[in-house]
């Protein structure tokens, strides 16, 4: 085929194209809506903090080294950074707390609903779960390791600005309260 030929083909597919969208756009102007465009405003929900104390000294086998139980109270606060309210739907989950090292299952797992009904633009919500932690003692006894994690709105009942800082997870070295020498 001559290149003459393919570049006027070419071309003139060109011509008609632009004329179609020029055609288009006169017919289907793009407008923005009276007052602006619509901006989503929802609510926007984040870890603030997660703290825990060990109920009583860890279950298991003597000497205490290794791997044990512990009951915990696990106390964790979430910020509405977003600008409405959260409202949590009556059959919601606020927040899954589990012991990383226990795995999701119970004991090691609970989950906090009901109230506060709803969390404001701005405020915060302090939740509280008591679950057992599994504790992982060092030999000599000095100190335990547990780690806590949180799931806010777990079944995404919330619609969020974001929903991927909804997680986080805390480590707290204990000195030998775990396991008190005998």
Same mark, same amino acid.
């Given at each position: 085929? #001559?290149?003459? !030929?393919?570049?006027? !083909?070419?071309?003139?597919?060109?011509?008609? !194209? $632009?004329?179609?969208?020029?055609?288009?756009?006169?017919?289907?102007?793009?407008?923005?809506?009276?007052?602006?465009?619509?901006?989503?405003?929802?609510?926007?929900?984040?870890?603030?903090?997660?703290?825990?104390?060990?109920?009583?000294?860890?279950?298991?086998?003597?000497?205490? @080294?290794?791997?044990?139980?512990?009951?915990?109270?696990?106390?964790?606060?979430?910020?509405?950074?977003?600008?409405?309210?959260? $409202? !949590?739907? @009556?059959?919601?989950?606020?927040? #899954?707390?589990?012991?990383?090292?226990?795995?999701?299952?119970?004991?090691?797992?609970?989950?906090?609903?009901?109230?506060?009904? %709803?969390?404001?633009?701005? %405020?915060?919500?302090?939740?509280?779960?008591?679950?057992?932690?599994?504790?992982?003692?060092?030999?000599?006894?000095?100190?335990?390791?547990?780690?806590?994690?949180?799931?806010?709105?777990?079944?995404?009942?919330?619609? /969020?600005?974001? /929903?991927? #800082? #909804?997680?986080?997870?805390? /480590?707290?070295?204990?000195?030998? /309260?775990?396991?008190?020498?005998?």
């Amino acid at each position: 085929m #001559n290149q003459r !030929l393919v570049l006027g !083909l070419i071309g003139a597919a060109l011509l008609i !194209l $632009v004329t179609v969208l020029a055609l288009l756009y006169e017919r289907v102007p793009f407008r923005l809506p009276p007052g602006g465009p619509k901006i989503v405003e929802l609510p926007d929900l984040i870890v603030d903090s997660i703290a825990f104390a060990a109920v009583e000294p860890p279950t298991g086998g003597s000497p205490c @080294t290794g791997l044990h139980t512990a009951p915990f109270d696990v106390t964790v606060t979430i910020r509405n950074v977003g600008v409405t309210a959260a $409202v !949590l739907p @009556t059959w919601g989950i606020w927040i #899954n707390v589990w012991s990383v090292l226990g795995g999701s299952a119970p004991p090691y797992r609970a989950s906090v609903g009901g109230q506060p009904a %709803q969390i404001g633009a701005g %405020q915060t919500a302090t939740l509280k779960a008591t679950l057992a932690g599994l504790a992982l003692v060092a030999p000599d006894k000095s100190q335990s390791l547990v780690t806590f994690a949180v799931d806010i709105d777990p079944d995404a009942a919330i619609q /969020e600005i974001r /929903e991927d #800082n #909804n997680f986080r997870d805390k /480590e707290k070295k204990f000195s030998s /309260e775990l396991c008190p020498a005998p």
